[in-house]
């Protein structure tokens, strides 16, 4: 049993030779407390809401059976932004699609962080009628209770289905060097970025050709 001695020891005397009384001392039982301890973490746990797991949503394309598989593949070379991920946090990007029968397009640099590949398409994306800048305006009157989500996303499909072909489309291409958190990365810059039309592929030859004679300068 735990006990608290609050009590004095008594019996002493003081200086004039005059005794002091004799004090009981008071023992305090503590049990309780280890029960009462228990049931409280006990009422944490049962009450307590656990960070739930975040799932990144990604708009899948609609099958569009009246398109062969060669249509269903083309896409505008002028508005296609492609990405290299590759190692130490390493991103090449490049416009169009490569040719190996014509001169290889050069791979420009850049890396994660806010000037760097959010920069590079918060600008190509507000170059294609004002895109990012447009959504955000959308997205501020939700937070602020302005527009409802029902509204917003009507807005937003319609406003992408009005400007698809001259959209920017991102294709992420992760080559052999490059980790998960990078391709984490990259979609989560879709998504802050209100990019649209986006697609994760391999690099082919040619790519992998180009990485590698940009590494060597």
């Not at 049993?1 to 008071?26: E, F, I, L």
């Not at 409280?40 to 797991?53: A, R, S």
């Not at 505008?76 to 190692?87: C, G, K, V």
Request: glycine share 4%; proline share 4%; with cysteine.
């Amino acid at each position: 049993m735990a006990d608290v001695n609050t009590g004095d020891d008594g019996g002493g005397k003081k200086k004039h030779g005059k005794q002091r009384a004799k004090k009981s001392s008071t023992r305090i039982d503590m049990t309780p407390m280890v029960d009462l301890g228990f049931l409280l973490l006990t009422f944490f746990i049962l009450t307590t809401t656990f960070n739930k797991p975040q799932a990144m949503e990604i708009n899948m394309p609609v099958k569009d059976k009246d398109l062969t598989d060669e249509e269903k593949n083309k896409v505008p070379a002028e508005h296609t932004l492609n990405l290299i991920l590759t190692d130490n946090n390493v991103v090449y990007w490049y416009f169009g699609v490569p040719d190996p029968n014509k001169p290889l397009p050069s791979l420009t640099k850049t890396n994660y962080t806010q000037d760097g590949i959010r920069k590079l398409l918060i600008a190509e994306n507000n170059k294609r009628h004002n895109m990012f800048n447009q959504i955000e305006i959308w997205k501020k009157e939700v937070s602020t209770g302005k527009m409802e989500e029902a509204d917003y996303k009507e807005k937003l499909k319609a406003f992408r289905e009005e400007n698809k072909l001259s959209s920017l489309i991102v294709l992420i291409k992760p080559d052999k060097e490059s980790n998960y958190k990078n391709v984490v990365d990259a979609l989560d810059e879709m998504a802050i970025c209100n990019i649209g039309s986006y697609a994760l592929l391999e690099t082919n030859d040619i790519e992998n050709q180009m990485v590698q004679n940009a590494n060597t300068f």
